[in-house]
């Protein structure tokens, strides 16, 4: 396996198509060698870590991540924990990024691991908060309550989070993932149409169109992230009325 695992790190630049390379992470994780799939992702963070020019590298390394932080089981959740934190190139962005992976494919108790071995403070504590959001009574799990009321993060900004939803959170939309990607359910649903209805009936004063290039360009910056990775278009826009609304 280290001799399979070298011959993709070398040859990984040359490919055009990374495909196969999935296909034999995928076979190896189907037949119970989670390992394997850490160790080419750890390979290669550890060959081409530092290179931004190698898209190779960035396709298979997501590749492998998503594929044991997605598929069920203690030992995918164990090596992919492993993953996350020996990559050359670990970061707090990727550490928030698998940390939201993790707690969407993973039972709870099977993240222990990442608050028993090792891991980054910043990956346990958005695990924990990712975990949350996700309704999971974190102090019911000993592993993850005894970090979670511990005062090794008592410095993190995530710290002062209380560690249950509030009512207006118990509804929120989570990001769904796969070995293949990640979709998330559009925050419009049959009361907002209603409202917009209503709003369009309402009598509304006139309006002007008020955006500006710096406007926009603010509006637009909130977001920009999302276009960057998936190769999307915005656009913001803000308008003036004529008079104030009521409270209707």
């Known amino acids: 396996m280290i001799d399979q695992i070298q011959k993709i790190v070398t040859e990984l630049p040359d490919l055009k198509d990374v495909s196969g390379v999935w296909a034999v992470a995928d076979g190896q994780v189907a037949q119970g060698d989670a390992a394997f799939a850490a160790d080419l992702g750890i390979a290669l963070a550890k060959m081409y870590g530092s290179s931004e020019q190698v898209w190779q590298y960035r396709s298979v390394f997501d590749h492998v991540l998503r594929l044991l932080a997605t598929t069920s089981g203690p030992e995918n959740a164990t090596q992919a924990v492993r993953l996350a934190s020996s990559a050359a190139d670990t970061s707090r962005e990727l550490d928030r990024y698998a940390a939201s992976l993790l707690a969407s494919g993973h039972e709870a108790t099977d993240l222990s691991v990442a608050f028993t071995g090792r891991a980054s ?54 990001p769904s993932y796969s070995t293949r990607g990640s979709s998330h359910s559009m925050p419009y649903g049959p009361s907002e149409s209603s409202k917009l209805a209503v709003i369009a009936h309402a009598d509304v004063p006139s309006w002007a169109d008020s955006t500006t290039e710096a406007v926009a360009t603010a509006m637009a910056a909130a977001v920009a992230n999302w276009a960057e990775e998936s190769n999307g278009r915005i656009e913001g826009r803000a308008f003036d009325l004529s008079a104030p609304l009521d409270s209707a």
């Open 121 to 174: 403070e910043e990956l346990r504590a958005c695990l924990v908060h990712e975990l949350v959001l996700r309704g999971v009574v974190v102090e019911e799990v000993p592993a993850i309550a005894g970090w979670a009321t511990s005062p090794h993060w008592c410095h993190h900004p995530l710290r002062w989070l209380p560690m249950t939803l509030s009512d207006v959170e118990g509804s929120v939309d989570l």
